[in-house]
């Protein structure tokens, strides 16, 4: 079970690794208690330290669609494929919850999220935002 602090000391290390800093899109500490108390967090740990987490919502049983708010992997722990285990866990984890589908927002500016996001099996769909591109995937195309 990942605490508060922890989470919020994991997101204050990765802050300013996104395109738009995540600290100027929300307040941290009140995000994370509402991630924590209503949302889905899947993370990898190595040796004790968070190193990847990717957190959202898997609860919305009327549309059967999760969203992944974030995604980060702490810089040290990069290429390793933690960020695609995390991603993968969320999928599954939503599937269970009975989404069929999740998706998410990234910067188009974002090379390396896309190329993970569509390694593992996301697809372009139509964006409502100018900046990033919407992507989906089905929860049961993820093994
Ligand atoms: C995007 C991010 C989560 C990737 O995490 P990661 O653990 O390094 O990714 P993985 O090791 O699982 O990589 C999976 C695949 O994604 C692609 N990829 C990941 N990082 C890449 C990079 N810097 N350049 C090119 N491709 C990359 C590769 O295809 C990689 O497979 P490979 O290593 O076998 O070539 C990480 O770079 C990060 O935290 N970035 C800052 C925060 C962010 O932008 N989050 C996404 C917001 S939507």
Redesign the pocket.
């Known amino acids: 079970m990942i605490s508060k602090s922890e989470l919020e000391e994991f997101f204050a290390a990765?802050d300013g690794?996104?395109?738009v800093r995540l600290s100027e899109r929300v307040n941290i500490g009140e995000w994370c208690e509402k991630l924590l108390s209503n949302g889905t967090v899947c993370a990898e740990a190595i040796d004790g330290e968070l190193a990847?987490v990717v957190a959202g919502y898997a609860n919305n049983h009327e549309e059967k669609t999760g969203y992944?708010a974030?995604?980060?992997?702490?810089?040290n722990?990069?290429?390793?494929?933690?960020?695609?285990?995390?991603?993968s866990k969320f999928i599954k984890k939503a599937g269970d919850a009975g989404m069929e589908t999740v998706y998410?927002?990234?910067?188009k500016s974002?090379?390396?999220?896309i190329?993970?996001?569509k390694?593992i099996g996301f697809k372009e769909v139509e964006s409502d935002r100018t900046d990033s591109l919407r992507l989906s995937v089905r929860c049961g195309d993820i093994l």
Do not use: C, E, Q, S
């Not at 974030?70 to 810089?75: E, G, H, I, L, T």
């Not at 974002?110 to 999220?113: C, I, L, R, T």
């Open positions: 990765v690794d996104f395109p990847a992944i974030v995604a980060a992997v702490k810089r722990f990069r290429r390793r494929g933690l960020g695609a285990a995390a991603v998410l927002y990234v910067h974002n090379g390396a999220a190329r993970m996001y390694g």
